[in-house]
């Protein structure tokens, strides 16, 4: 079935600091992609998502292109903040119903 | 703020017990999931809704649990008999449209812990 594996956390950076959080999926057909967060104390959302191969999703100054050739969806951020700090989830979602998650990955970001 | 809401927040249970969720999506969502989550884990599938039809459930859905939408609005998951293993954040999600991509927004979640 569908999956997705995501670099083992927690990761830790300084501020400014450059930011890459690997994804890999495996998927039958041509999924569509997502990144989610998780800010302590609150609900998964939605950081952004590509819907076809070679599409870049962007939100707050991340980033995350659809490689369909490497099965990836690497999330990017050129300087952190300490404010970043949260989980950050990789998902694919096939046929538009429901979203198959990773594991998460822990980013912690000191000033 | 009318995100999705879940009550309770937190539930402490004894083994065997039954347990009860509600999930309140956003209003005029036609659609509801629910995933679990346990710790160090990303969300697990469940099953969800479309209006008050339940059109999908995992088969990590035993027996023992059953989801409700009944007027396609709240919906409820409950869990009979509860073991150890359910302990876990139970996570709503709901989102709107019938076609393409719709954004699924997602509650705080009900963390159940069986003791």
């Known amino acids: 079935g569908d999956s997705v594996t995501q670099m083992e956390g927690p990761v830790t950076l300084s501020e400014e600091a450059f930011l890459t959080i690997n994804c890999t999926y495996t998927?039958?057909?041509?999924?569509?992609l997502f990144w989610y967060v998780q800010y302590p104390g609150e609900g998964l959302q939605l950081l952004l998502k590509a819907t076809k191969a070679d599409d870049k999703g962007s939100n707050k100054g991340f980033e995350a292109t659809y490689r369909k050739e490497t099965t990836s969806f690497h999330l990017e951020k050129g300087s952190v903040q300490v404010s970043d700090s949260a989980v950050y989830f990789c998902?694919?979602?096939?046929?538009?119903?429901?979203?198959?998650f990773g594991a998460g990955t822990i980013l912690r970001v000191k000033s | 703020d009318t995100g999705v809401s879940q009550d309770p927040r937190h539930k402490i249970t004894k083994r065997g017990q039954n347990v009860t969720f509600r999930c309140d999506p956003i209003?005029?969502?036609?659609?509801l999931y629910w995933y679990r989550q346990t710790l160090g884990q990303g969300p697990e599938f469940l099953t969800y809704f479309q209006n008050e039809a339940q059109l999908e459930k995992s088969r990590l859905l035993s027996d023992r649990f059953s989801a409700e939408r009944p007027k396609g609005s709240f919906s409820t998951l409950e869990i009979q008999r509860t073991e150890q293993g359910d302990s876990a954040m139970y996570l709503c999600?709901?989102?709107?449209?019938?076609?393409?991509?719709?954004?699924?927004?997602f509650g705080q979640g009900t963390r159940l812990t069986v003791v």
């Open positions: 998927a039958t057909g041509y999924p569509s």
């Open positions: 209003s005029e969502h036609n659609r």
């Open positions: 999600a709901s989102s709107a449209g019938d076609r393409g991509l719709p954004e699924a927004f």
């Open positions: 998902a694919l979602m096939e046929y538009g119903n429901k979203l198959v």
